[in-house]
């Protein structure tokens, strides 16, 4: 058929008029919505509902997988610290992977699969069914109402929730280091007390579930606000919101952690 | 506000979605307090002329005057003002699943007003007694049936007392017991309120009882405007086959396609 090489041509112009084309709505939204996160911000009771719902129940999955993330670090880290008779510095090793790394990258993913798309399916649904067209024609802003407080809830919670993976993290790790195998408590926890530094490790471990947060949540709500109304449009939506939030941390978390750590023992 | 007579005039509006073109040259004029059935084909462009009257929707060219002012020309917070003179009743309802029948008919009191929370709470209440329901009000969305679902919508949507309410289909998927109540609120609040009520709706029987004019949509523009006694009377064969549920006639039952012999010998 001579028409082959036309049409394939015309797939790739299509695929990429269509990736473009959403990359400028995705933009169009994110200042629409950063418009109107200063009102946002006003409704304090609507973030906190959402807090509850993205944050406070994530609490049991994010906790629960901070332990165990902690409690294998300290059985692998332990393995090989062995070999060069450094057992005492398993606290360090374990902290410096959870506060650095670990923390933001895992409690991220978490998250995504978690709450984000939990907060897809619903906005994609309210759309769905017309609740946020009625909001609209109620002259009342769904951006402001309904998406901002979810992309808000979002970035408060991630860090936090982190921070609280590391801190279950490691006292898995201690479970098992100290109780378990049987390192010193004293030089488990006074080593990590001295090699984790407050600002190149604590700060830039938040600043990097900041950023996710953000990422995390834009994908979310831009997902769900624009899913075709149907089953099948939101139950794509939801998915793509788990795929795209999980690369778009990792990618974000290489980035971030060059630009930090680069040159910093050398 | 300019108390003119026709308070929606729409002029030579055009809308498409994409390349197809839904509304062509649409003129009509909708005056103050009458209640005025819009009807005709599936994809005639009668919700569309919903969202282009809640200014949800752009023409492409054209003019849709609400109230003295050119809808599409107004910037978010005008709009935002006027939508606050329309309410709209959406075809399902739309309730917010997430909170109980009280507290969405406290939506638009609570958004809107800085009413202390007992004269929305008495607001509310008076609200839901006139659709019948005030004894739903702890219930949530899921545990009403359609029709009520239908009727707390229509509670929240005449809210803040609009002077225009636009409904979408309102009898679509009711028992008939429903469609009547419903009929009933929509003629009772009309009046009450002073409204001016747009339907746009399938529901012929009811349409003849409840409208002041009919008119119907055909092709994106304006096929006629009648009387419900005109249309009883008329041997128009479009009308007829609406008002008598004929299958096939100027709407044709077939969607178009290619000779049917010719399609089955080629396989």
Known sequence: ?????????????????????????????????????????????????????????????????????????????????????????????????????????????????????????????????????????MAVDPLARVIAPRFIAAVISLPLLAGLFSAAGIIGAWIIGVHLIGIDDGAFWSQMQASVDVRIDIVNGMFKSVVFGVAVGLISVFEGFFAPPTAEGVASATTRTVVTSSLAVLLLDFVLTVMMFRGLNG | ????????????????????????????????GEIVAIMGGSGGGKTTLLGLIGGRLKPSSGRVMVEDQNVPTLSKSALYQLRRRIGMLFQFGAL?????????????????????????????????????????????????????????????????????????????????????????????LNTALGMTSVIVTHDLNETLRLADRVIVLSAGRVYCDLVPDQIRASSDPFIRQFADGLPDGPVPFHYPASDYVQDLVQS
């Open chain 1, 1 to 137: 058929m001579s028409r082959a090489p036309l049409s394939w041509i015309e797939a790739l112009g299509a695929a990429v008029t269509t990736r473009l084309d959403r990359l400028g709505l995705a933009a169009r939204f994110v200042a629409a919505l950063f418009g109107v996160l200063g009102i946002a911000l006003l409704r304090a009771s609507l973030i906190i509902r959402e807090l509850y719902f993205s944050g406070v129940r994530s609490l049991s999955i994010v906790i629960v997988s901070g332990l165990f993330v902690g409690m294998v670090l300290a059985v692998q880290g332990y393995e090989v610290l062995q070999r060069y008779g450094s057992t005492e510095s398993l606290g360090v090793i374990v902290a410096l992977s959870l506060v650095r790394e670990l923390g933001p990258v895992v409690t991220a993913l978490l998250f995504a699969g978690r709450a984000s798309s939990a907060v897809t399916a619903e906005i994609g649904l309210m759309r769905a069914t017309d609740q946020l067209a009625a909001m609209d024609m």
């Open chain 2, 1 to 32: 506000m300019v108390d003119t007579p026709d308070i929606i005039r729409i002029e030579a509006a055009h809308f498409s979605y994409g390349e197809r073109p839904i509304l062509t040259d649409l003129n009509l004029t909708i005056r103050r």
């Open chain 2, 96 to 188: 917010f699943t997430d909170l109980p029948v009280f507290d969405n008919v406290a939506f638009p009191y609570r958004e809107q007003t800085d009413l202390p929370e007992d004269a929305i709470r008495a607001l509310v209440l008076m609200k839901l007694e006139a659709v019948g329901l005030r004894g739903a009000a702890h219930l949530m969305p899921s545990e009403l049936s359609g029709g009520m679902a239908r009727r707390v919508a229509l509670a929240r949507a005449v809210a803040l007392d609009p002077a225009i309410m636009l409904y979408d289909e309102p009898f679509t998927g009711l028992d008939p017991i429903s469609v009547g109540i419903i009929g009933r609120l929509i003629k009772r």
